[in-house]
C-alpha cells in the first residue's frame, strides 16, 4: 500500500489542454473518489496514475517514487475497467492468473491467491467459466478479482458499476466499500455519480473542466460547498439557486425573484444590495406561515419523501419533505428555507460568501 | 344479419394450394433460394459434375469420349510430369501461404499502430489487389526478363552481380520468380483481413494486459493472436485455395515453363485439356486437385470450429 500524489499535473492532447494543473495528495489505505461530469478530465487523471496516458506537466508519485517515466507494469497498480476489459479467452481463473503468470509466480502461490480473491468476491463455482457465461455483476467481480490477486499498492477503478442496472450498481457499490474496508488498500475511484462519490469516499475530489473544483469528506461538500459547481453538483435532488440581492439592513434578508423574502441567519452589512446567489437544498425546507409563496406545479412522491417542484417569484425550485403533506398541483403554500442551512455564492464569481 | 355471415364465409373460404404454397412460411424460404440455387446448380455443381465424369472417358476436343473408368488415373500415375505438377503445386502453395501469411500479419499489426499518413498507407497497400492480375504477372515477366530486366540492371550497376540473371529460364530460379510475384499479389488480401480483425479487439484489452505487466510480445503472444485465430483460419483457408489453384499468373509469366518447372496442377490440366485436346485426361488431373482442396477445407474446419470461449451463455 502506498500514497499517491499528484503536484500540479497537466494534460494537453496535442495542443488541447485537458488537465489544468490538479493537485491532490491520496493518503495511504484512503478510498478517493473522482467525481465531475462528462469531460471533465478524471479519467485522464486516473489514466495518467496507472500509465496509460503520459504527463504533459507535473508529476505524480506512489509512495515515494515519482512514476512520471516508469511504466505502467512497474507501478504496481491494478485497474479495474468500465468495460471490465476481461480477456474472452481465458476462463475467470485465467483471467485472474494472468498477471501472476507473466510475473512467473509459482503455480502454487498463483493457484492459493486465486483462490482467496474468489472466496473473497464469491467466485469460487465460477471459475471455470468464461467470460461470456457471465452476468453483468460477476463480470464486475472477476474484474475486481483480477485487481485483488495483483496484491497492489493502488487499486484504479474507471467508472466499474455503469454498465449494472439500478439495483446491481447499489449492491455492488456496498461490495466495493466492504472490500476496500477490507482490504485497506489506497483506491482512487472515478465515477460521474455523485451518489456513488457520496457513499464511498473517504475524501471526493470534485473535478470540472480539468480543474479541482473542491477536495473534502462527503459532508463536509455537501455541508459547505466552496462554489456554486460543487453546491449544484454534490445532493440530489440538486440544489436549488435563486438570483437576488443581499439585504444587510437591520434583519439579514435575501430578495429574490419576484421580490420574494427569504431569511438569511447573517449577512455583513457591507454586503446590501449586492448580486447573490442564494442556495437551498430541497430538504431544507420547511412548511411555515412567514415563508415565500410558492404554487406547486407537480407532485413527485417517491415513498420515503415527496418532492415539489413549486414557482416562488417565477422561478421553478424543488422541494422534499419526509412528512406526508396532501399537497396537490395548482395549490398555493409557504415555504421556508432554514437560514442556518442556507448557502450564499457571490453573483459574479460563483464564490461562497 | 344472417346474410352477412353467409357473405362473410364466402369471401374466407379456403385458400388454393397455389396461394397456400406462395404465402407459407417453409415453402417462402423455398422460393426466396430458388435463383441462388439455381444458378449455383447451374455454373458450379453443373461443371464440376461434368468436369469429374469427363475425367472418367476418354473425350478429345471435338470428339465425344466413353466410359473408361480410372484409365485417366492409371495414366496419370504414371506420368512423371503429373507428379512434377503436384510438387511444384505444393512447394507453390506451401512457401508462397506461408510468406503471405508472415508478411500479411506484419503488415496488419503495422497498420493497426499509429502511423503518420495510415489512411495511405492502408490504401498503398491493396494496390497489388486491385491491378488485374495478368497485369501485374506482365510487369513481372519483363522485372523478370533476361535481358531487359530492371533488377539484373540495377544489381549489375551496383556490381553485385557479373551477369544477367536468368530468372525464368532457370527451373529453381522461375519457381522462386513466381512465388515471389504470387506473394506480391496475394499479401494484401492477408494483411487488409487480418487488420480488419485486429480492429475488433478492444483496446482495453491491450490496457488490461499492459497494467497486468504484459510486454508487447507478451500482447502479442496472449492477447492478439488466440483473439484473431479464427480470422486467420478464414483468411488462411482462401489464401491457401486460392494459391493452389493459381493459374493466370503462371499462365502469363511462364506458360509452365521451363521444362515443366512451374507447371501446376490447374495449369497443367489446361494444356492437357484445352491446349493438347485430351479432355478426359486433363479433366482427370483437375479432379486430383479435389482432394487437396477438400483436405484444406478440412483443417480450416476444425481450425473454425467456434471455440468454448466464443459460444454463448451455455452453462459449461
Known amino acids: 500500500m502506498a500514497s499517491v500524489g499528484i503536484r500540479d499535473v497537466r494534460k494537453a492532447f496535442g495542443t488541447t489542454a485537458v488537465i489544468h494543473g490538479v493537485n491532490v495528495t491520496i493518503n495511504d489505505g484512503e478510498f478517493v473518489v473522482l467525481v465531475g461530469p462528462s469531460g471533465c478530465g478524471k479519467s485522464t487523471l486516473l489514466r495518467m496514475i496507472a500509465g496509460l496516458e503520459n504527463i504533459t506537466g507535473g508529476e505524480i508519485r ?6 512520471n517515466n516508469v511504466p505502467p507494469k512497474e507501478r504496481d497498480v491494478a485497474m479495474v475497467f468500465q468495460n471490465y476489459a ?10 485472474m ?5 507473466l510475473r512467473g509466480a509459482p503455480k502454487s502461490e498463483i493457484d492459493q491467491r486465486v483462490k482467496r480473491a474468489a472466496d473473497i468476491l464469491g467466485l469460487g463455482a465460477l471459475l471455470a467459466r468464461y467470460p461470456r457465461q457471465l452476468s453483468g455483476g460477476q463480470r464486475q467481480r472477476v474484474a475486481m478479482g483480477r485487481a485483488i490477486v495483483r496484491d497492489p499498492q493502488v487499486f484504479l477503478f474507471d467508472e466499474p458499476l455503469s454498465n449494472l442496472d439500478a439495483k446491481l450498481r447499489v449492491q455492488m457499490r456496498t461490495e466495493i466499500k466492504e472490500l476496500h474496508q477490507r482490504l485497506k488498500t489506497t483506491t482512487v475511484y472515478v465515477t460521474h455519480d455523485q451518489i456513488e462519490a457520496m457513499t464511498m469516499a473517504d475524501k471526493i475530489v470534485v473535478m470540472h473542466e480539468g480543474i479541482v473544483e473542491q477536495i473534502g469528506a462527503p459532508l463536509e461538500l455537501y455541508d459547505t460547498p466552496h462554489n456554486l459547481f460543487v453546491a449544484g453538483f454534490i445532493g440530489s435532488p440538486a440544489m436549488n439557486f435563486l438570483t437576488g440581492h443581499v439585504r444587510a439592513n437591520g434583519k439579514a434578508e435575501f430578495e429574490g425573484p419576484g421580490g420574494a423574502r427569504l431569511p438569511l441567519a447573517t449577512a455583513p452589512a457591507s454586503s446590501d444590495g449586492k448580486p447573490a446567489i442564494y442556495g437551498v437544498r430541497p430538504e431544507h425546507f420547511t412548511i411555515a406561515d412567514d415563508g415565500a409563496e410558492a404554487t406547486i406545479q407537480v ?21 422534499a419533505f419526509r412528512e406526508r403533506h396532501q399537497f396537490k398541483p395548482g395549490e398555493k403554500i409557504r415555504l421556508k428555507p432554514d437560514p442556518r442551512l442556507v448557502h450564499l455564492f457571490d453573483g459574479t464569481t460563483g464564490q461562497r460568501l | 344479419m344472417t346474410d352477412a355471415v353467409i357473405r362473410t364465409k364466402a369471401i374466407m373460404s379456403e385458400p388454393s394450394l397455389w396461394d397456400r404454397l406462395m404465402t407459407n412460411r417453409n415453402w417462402l424460404g423455398f422460393w426466396f433460394m430458388l435463383p441462388a440455387a439455381a444458378f449455383l446448380i447451374l455454373f458450379l455443381a453443373y461443371p464440376l459434375g461434368l468436369g469429374i465424369w469427363l475425367s472418367f472417358t476418354d473425350a478429345r476436343l471435338g470428339r465425344g469420349g466413353v466410359f473408361v473408368g480410372l484409365e485417366n488415373y492409371e495414366f496419370l500415375s504414371d506420368d512423371p510430369t503429373f507428379w512434377l505438377t503436384v510438387f511444384n503445386t505444393i512447394l507453390y502453395t506451401t512457401v508462397a501461404s506461408t510468406i503471405k501469411f508472415a508478411v500479411g500479419l506484419y503488415l496488419a499489426l503495422l497498420l493497426n499502430e499509429r502511423l503518420p499518413f495510415k489512411a495511405i498507407i492502408r490504401a498503398v497497400v491493396l494496390i497489388p489487389f486491385i491491378v488485374p492480375t495478368v497485369l501485374s504477372a506482365i510487369a513481372f515477366w519483363w522485372l523478370f526478363d533476361p535481358q531487359f530486366s530492371i533488377i539484373s540492371w540495377s544489381l549489375m550497376k551496383l556490381g553485385l552481380i557479373t551477369q544477367y540473371i536468368n530468372f525464368l529460364g532457370d527451373p529453381w530460379n522461375a519457381r522462386w520468380s513466381v512465388i515471389f510475384a504470387n506473394i506480391w499479389r496475394g499479401v494484401p488480401f492477408v494483411a487488409i483481413t487480418l487488420l480488419a480483425g485486429l480492429q475488433t479487439v478492444s483496446p482495453s484489452l491491450y490496457e488490461a494486459a499492459t ?11 496472449y492477447i492478439t493472436y488466440p ?5 486467420i483460419a478464414v483468411v488462411m483457408t482462401f489464401s491457401v485455395l486460392f494459391t493452389f489453384t493459381d493459374f493466370q499468373l503462371i499462365w502469363v509469366m511462364t506458360r509452365g515453363g521451363p521444362v515443366n518447372a512451374t507447371h501446376l ?5 489446361y494444356q492437357r485439356a484445352i491446349m493438347s485436346g485430351y479432355l478426359g485426361e486433363g479433366s482427370a488431373i483437375a479432379t ?7 483436405g484444406a477445407i478440412l483443417v480450416s474446419w476444425f481450425g473454425l470450429q467456434r471455440r468454448k470461449w466464443q459460444q454463448g451463455e451455455d452453462n459449461d
Do not use: C
Open chain 2, 265 to 269: 496442377m490447374a495449369t497443367y490440366s
Open chain 1, 97 to 101: 492468473a494472468f498477471s501472476l503468470k
Open chain 2, 227 to 231: 483473439l484473431l485465430t479464427p480470422i
Open chain 1, 299 to 319: 407532485v413527485e412522491p417517491t415513498g420515503s419523501e415527496t418532492q415539489i417542484v413549486a414557482k416562488v417569484g417565477g422561478q421553478d425550485i424543488v422541494a
Open chain 2, 211 to 221: 497494467i497486468d505487466g504484459a510486454t508487447p510480445w507478451q500482447n502479442f503472444r
Open chain 1, 62 to 67: 506512489i509512495g515515494e517514487r515519482v512514476v
Open chain 1, 86 to 95: 476481461l480477456y474472452p479467452h481465458m476462463t475467470v481463473a485465467d483471467n
Open chain 2, 288 to 294: 486430383a486437385m479435389i482432394p487437396f482442396l477438400l
